[in-house]
């Protein structure tokens, strides 16, 4: 049983360019959840998605940030336009219902880097 | 809204000694209360929760939290910590809602 994968596990874009960050959630999982964790900080929230919806995206940058989660597929976070500051580790998590956090499981992360 | 304080930002411990880390938060509803633990270049892995009943609470690799509701704390202890036990720690709170709230975290050095 595959935990929760996210591609690649790391990613080196120019200034400018776009990221998409991969997520595929445990198998049986319709929650999934994005944290972005910046150099010696926490984890912080950005977007909480089920199946074709978005459901909290209170976290996100109101700028250039976007997230989707098809019927069919990973769910992609996509950075258009990256610049130094979104250098970070990128977490991914899922969860079978809607369950507070307690029922999270974590993936091992996206490390992008912005030259 | 939520916020955790995580009072160390490194603890250094020989082997074999116990360890404590430390949590605050700070929430006028009730929480849910985690730690995670994460090793290098690794993702999180959960330690322990506490969601009600007993305040003490174990987990995994023999650590344990004791949740004070009146101190707001939520202190991570091991009696006798191994080298495998560095790492970075991190406190995470939810009131129920689907997102959590992390410390910074505290990076745990285990010497021999």
């Known amino acids: 049983n595959a935990g929760v994968m996210q591609n690649p596990r790391h990613l080196v874009r120019r200034r400018g360019q776009e990221a998409r960050l991969r997520c595929s959630p445990m198998?049986?999982?319709?929650?999934v959840y994005w944290y972005r964790q910046l150099p010696e900080e926490g984890l912080k929230f950005m977007v909480y998605?089920?199946?074709?919806?978005?459901?909290?995206e209170s976290g996100m940058p109101k700028e250039r940030f976007s997230a989707e989660f098809p019927k069919e597929g990973p769910s992609i976070l996509r950075i258009q336009q990256v610049v130094r500051g979104d250098s970070a580790a990128y977490f991914c998590?899922?969860?079978?219902?809607?369950?507070?956090?307690?029922?999270?499981?974590f993936g091992s992360g996206t490390r992008l880097t912005v030259v | 809204a939520q916020s955790v304080t995580q009072l160390d930002s490194q603890v250094p411990v020989f082997e074999e000694a116990p360890v404590e880390l430390r949590c605050n938060y700070s929430?006028?509803?009730?929480?849910?209360l985690f730690w995670y633990v994460q090793y290098p270049n690794q993702g999180l892995q959960l330690l322990l929760k506490y969601l009600s009943g007993s305040t003490l609470v174990k987990g995994i690799n023999g650590f344990e939290a004791e949740f004070n509701k009146s101190q707001t704390s939520f202190h991570l202890r091991k009696p006798s910590v191994h080298i495998s036990d560095t790492a970075e720690y991190f406190c995470a709170v939810t009131p129920g809602g689907n997102k959590l709230v992390f410390g910074a975290g505290t990076i745990l050095r285990v010497k021999s």
């Open positions: 198998k049986g999982h319709s929650h």
């Open positions: 998605l089920q199946k074709e919806n978005i459901i909290d």
């Open positions: 998590a899922s969860s079978p219902l809607e369950q507070g956090g307690y029922g999270y499981t």
């Open positions: 929430s006028s509803v009730s929480v849910y």
